[in-house]
């Protein structure tokens, strides 16, 4: 049994030209199996990452000052190895990167300019990952805020709330031969303050991979660390919780303490899996076994509302 989840970021568009990429991922992650479970979830994210449809890699959103700085990770369930970059800049896929942080180095996690000094040592070259359109909507969200006027764009991309095009962290999980692994993948929140480092390089946090189950999240960043969801989300699982169950309950938990909007996927050693969320939309792809499952969709926490802090004014 084979399972390949990956997932494009709460409020995300689920537009015919979003989940096509997000198929692409999955399968993408399928090509790369015979490679290892590892290798399946890097490949996986790298296709998100390539795409300026996420806030991942190239489309990523920019802080206050105008720049692009992303998170990455990668979590071997089989060994318990762990990498991360936090912070990096000019590199077009930050999940390689912690691919060979994890391979390469003692380390688990390198940020800022140590990780850009580590890649270009790895062969990563310097490259430009501000889409116009990101810049358009940075110019304009700082103009009206010179202005005192609100900027009507989500907290995590920039975007105007109205396009429902919003995307946040993308993730994918793997389940191969009871071999588990997780990536993840993000150019953090719009206007966020530079050197300000979310959930996706915090193990136990926004991401976590064991001998169980692999989990990967998405959504307000701080309130997964402070809840350490991802690790939360394998003690479910190690104490019988299905992983469908296990993704609810963590999403419950995570609205209850914090009031934050979020999604979970995961998938455990037995290859099930589970994916909830609690925003409007929350894209996800699937591969079982070789077969992309079309009619998949998440399951959605309803009977609550989230409360968003407002992001830093220029």
């Not at 997932?7 to 030209?17: I, K, L, M, N, R």
């Not at 206050?64 to 992303?70: A, F, W």
């Not at 270009?120 to 310097?126: E, L």
């Not at 202005?147 to 793997?174: K, S």
């Amino acid at each position: 049994m084979s399972v390949i989840m990956v997932h494009g970021g709460v409020e995300t568009s689920t537009a015919p030209p979003y989940i096509k990429v997000l198929r692409e991922s999955a399968l993408a992650g399928l090509n790369a199996l015979s490679s290892g479970h590892l290798k399946a979830a890097e490949e996986a994210v790298r296709v998100l990452e390539n795409s300026p449809l996420f806030n991942a890699g190239y489309g990523s959103v920019l802080n206050l000052d105008g720049q692009v700085e992303m998170d990455a990770s990668v979590m071997d369930g089989e060994t318990g190895r762990f990498g991360a970059v936090a912070a990096v800049r000019d590199v077009s896929n930050p999940v390689s990167v912690a691919c060979r942080v994890l391979e390469e180095t003692p380390h688990v996690l390198l940020a800022g300019d140590g990780a850009i000094k580590f890649a270009r040592s790895r062969g990563f070259p310097p490259a430009n990952c501000v889409t116009p359109e990101m810049m358009e909507m940075w110019r304009k969200a700082v103009s009206l805020a010179g202005r005192g006027e609100a900027a009507g764009v989500n907290l995590f991309t920039g975007m105007p709330e109205e396009r429902g095009q919003a995307c946040d962290t993308v993730g994918c999980v793997v389940s191969h031969r009871g071999r588990l692994a997780a990536a993840s993948s993000t150019g953090g929140s719009f206007l966020k303050l530079p050197g300000r480092v979310g959930d996706t390089p915090v193990i136990g946090g926004g991401i976590f991979a064991s001998r169980r189950c692999a989990v990967v999240c998405t959504g307000l960043g701080e309130a997964f660390i402070e809840t350490l969801t991802a690790k939360y989300v394998d003690s479910l699982i190690a104490h019988g919780r299905h992983p469908q169950e296990a993704a609810e309950k963590a999403m419950v938990r995570l609205a209850g303490s914090r009031r934050a909007p979020g999604g979970i996927i995961v998938a455990d050693s037995r290859g099930r899996w589970g994916s909830a969320y609690n925003t409007r939309t929350f894209p996800v792809a699937l591969v079982v076994d070789g077969k992309l499952v079309e009619d998949f969709t998440p399951r959605k926490i309803q009977g609550w509302k989230s409360s968003l802090p407002k992001g830093p004014t220029p």
